[in-house]
């Protein structure tokens, strides 16, 4: 495993240092690597894309413990130290890695050789919650989830109704499966060490995401709401058909954060429903 003695010896011969525009914090500690593959709960022959490996800690952990690896990682620098220390699984074809960004990857190469795969990723700040609302709504086969991000992205994707946290990620990301937090992150695990805590999310994505309403149905409308949370609902969505509020058993005097993600999947039905038959 990589300790923070031999990643300040890697640096040092490929003449690196972290990248503070990546948000490059890298992982030191194999106690916490050891932690992160437990609760992701990989094994022997587990298809997993890791998100920013970097040097290669967390990649390290994952391939000993028998996963098939996807490491993905924009920093083309990083790439040539990466593959140094992972020669091994190199060779033997148990790891494949990328080079490019996240943000603008064609996913279905990528995860074309399985139909399920288990995302592990320490997580720039920056795209943390965007790229995986994205990738929930756009690639099913991602299954399960274990991320790194900093604490307060964590408790916003995880947090239930009349949370002060509780948003637009939390309903969104609600939509498409189940999230928990999984563990604190201390920010000495990490070479340089961020100003920021960290925190373990685990996602579990739902079998059957089908519900009463399309994805694209509800999304406009919760990031309408949450846009002015703390305006009434029907002040924030004014424009919401007649009868739609009553038909989903909503008050209209109801503020954004007190609906659970069953009472936005009623009012996006009935929006709907509305919209296409007003009378």
Not at 98 to 120: G, H, I, R
Not at 130 to 148: F, G, K, R
Not at 200 to 225: N, T
């Amino acid at each position: 495993m990589l300790t923070r003695t031999r990643i300040r010896e890697l640096l040092d011969s490929h003449d690196l240092s972290p990248s503070r525009a990546l948000g490059q914090n890298f992982l030191c500690d194999p106690a916490m690597v050891d932690k992160i593959v437990r609760t992701a709960g990989v094994g022997e022959g587990t298809s997993v894309v890791e998100i920013g490996p970097g040097l290669g800690s967390l990649t390290l952990g994952l391939c000993r413990a028998g996963a098939r690896v996807t490491a993905i990682e924009v920093d083309k620098y990083l790439i040539p130290p990466l593959r140094e220390v992972t020669a091994e699984f190199l060779d033997n074809g148990q790891l494949t890695i990328v080079n490019a960004d996240v943000m603008e990857l064609d996913w279905d190469p990528v995860l074309a050789t399985s139909q399920q795969w288990s995302v592990v990723a320490n997580l720039p700040y920056n795209i943390a919650t965007p790229l995986i609302l994205d990738l929930l709504a756009e690639q099913p086969t991602l299954t399960q989830w274990v991320v790194m991000v900093q604490r307060e992205a964590g408790e916003r994707l995880v947090a239930d109704s009349g949370s002060r946290t509780y948003g637009i990620p939390s309903v969104l990301l609600a939509f498409w499966a189940e999230a928990r937090l999984a563990g604190s992150v201390p920010a000495e695990v990490f070479l340089p060490r961020p100003n920021v805590e960290s925190v373990l999310v685990k996602i579990v994505r739902r079998p059957d995401s089908a519900m009463a309403c399309e994805f694209d149905e509800l999304a406009p409308l919760v990031r309408r709401a949450f846009g002015q949370r703390r305006k009434m609902l029907r002040r924030s969505l004014s424009a919401t058909p007649a009868g739609a509020f009553e038909a989903a058993s909503i008050e209209p005097t109801a503020r954004p954060e007190e609906l659970s993600l069953e009472d936005w999947v009623r009012l996006a039905g009935a929006v709907v429903s509305r919209t296409d038959d007003p009378q």
